[in-house]
């Protein structure tokens, strides 16, 4: 069965302090993994979308790899405007117009 | 351009009752989804609609609902509603739902709460 995990489900970082939030996916083919941010009281919007292991993809202070089996989105000297919601999803071969979501990482960037 | 629109943005219900929510897709877009969002769940994947035609749906009963009109727009139906339907409802829109870099755009979700 398809599905994504998330981890950790919550990350506590001071100003400045780097780390990584991890997806680990199991799919039937995919097709493409999303990365979606989700600010309090609004919905998911898009970040990044990688499509094959090895590919990375970078926006501001975040950047998105991918492996066969899980993806990470680091976070380089993060702000406090990063702190949001980290929602990671899949897209199969077989199944384009459903996507798997994982639970989210909230994290929380302290100044 | 204007995002997509998601209606009412707050409902109080009590059990047994049914509700419809209502989603106004991006301009353009002809693909749209539905989503669940609860804090223990995360999102999990209602159904989704092009034009006017159910295409993929999720493993929700069949009290979970949905329709899509001729302007693309969408509504979802819970009928017989029940205290564990209290949720975050998404809708999402995207152009067709079957290129390869198909994102789809959320609006802010109708939020539920079942007595």
């Known amino acids: 069965e398809d599905q994504v995990t998330q981890s950790p489900e919550a990350l506590r970082l001071q100003e400045g302090e780097s780390s990584s939030l991890n997806c680990s996916y199991t799919?039937?083919?995919?097709?493409?993994l999303f990365w979606y941010r989700q600010d309090p009281g609004k919905g998911p919007e898009f970040l990044f979308t990688?499509?094959?292991a090895g590919e990375e993809k970078e926006k501001e202070r975040l950047k998105a790899t991918l492996t066969k089996k899980e993806s990470f989105l680091h976070i380089t000297a993060p702000k406090p405007e990063d702190s949001a919601t980290y929602l990671c999803?899949?897209?199969?071969?077989?199944?384009?117009?459903?996507?798997?979501f994982g639970s989210g990482t909230k994290l929380n960037v302290k100044p | 351009k204007a995002g997509v629109t998601q209606t009412p943005r707050y409902l109080i219900k009590t059990r047994g009752q049914q509700v419809t929510l209502s989603c106004s897709p991006i301009?353009?877009?002809?693909?749209v989804s539905w989503y669940q969002q609860t804090p223990g769940q995360g999102l999990q994947f209602l159904f989704e609609?092009?034009?006017?035609?159910?295409?993929n749906k999720g493993n929700f009963p069949g009290r979970f609902s949905g329709r899509q009109f001729s302007n693309s727009r969408s509504e979802m139906n819970v009928s017989t509603l029940e205290l564990g339907d209290s949720a975050l409802y998404l809708c999402?829109?995207?152009?067709?739902?079957?290129?390869?870099?198909?994102?789809?755009?959320f609006g802010s979700g109708t939020q539920l709460s079942v007595l």
């Open positions: 999803a899949v897209q199969a071969r077989n199944n384009f117009n459903k996507f798997y």
């Open positions: 999402a829109s995207s152009l067709a739902g079957t290129a390869t870099n198909e994102k789809l755009f």
């Open positions: 799919v039937s083919g995919l097709r493409g």
């Open positions: 609609y092009f034009s006017e035609t159910q295409r």
């Open positions: 301009s353009g877009h002809r693909s």
């Open positions: 990688l499509y094959s």
